[in-house]
């Protein structure tokens, strides 16, 4: 499902213009990105957690060269979904 198929579903449920579900859309993302690169979590009752997760430091291969490269350590964003959303998913996906 893309970006336009949700705010077309949203736009048919609510009754609400295109035009308005799009910028409520975007300011979503916009508010959720603003927010983890501050470093703070997102927590959504009932659907999920946006949160962080922090990778350590290692050594991977670079197999063309047969050398080994430090990866440093860095943060990545994640989704942890909720445990009713998991349940959803389980039993509803054929």
């Known amino acids: 499902m893309t970006k336009a198929e949700i705010v077309s579903a ?13 910028a409520t859309v975007e300011t979503f993302m916009d508010v959720v990105k603003e927010h983890m690169t ?8 009932g659907f999920g957690s946006f949160i962080i997760k922090n990778r350590k430091q290692k050594t991977g291969r670079n197999i063309s060269k047969n050398t080994s490269i430090i990866i440093p350590a860095h943060n990545i964003p994640a989704f942890k979904p909720a445990k ?11």
């Open 38 to 45: 501050r470093g703070e979590h997102i927590y959504l009752r």
């Open 10 to 22: 949203i736009a048919d449920k609510t009754g609400i213009e295109k035009v308005t579900v799009w």
């Open 84 to 94: 009713p959303f998991v349940n959803d998913v389980k039993t509803k996906v054929k």
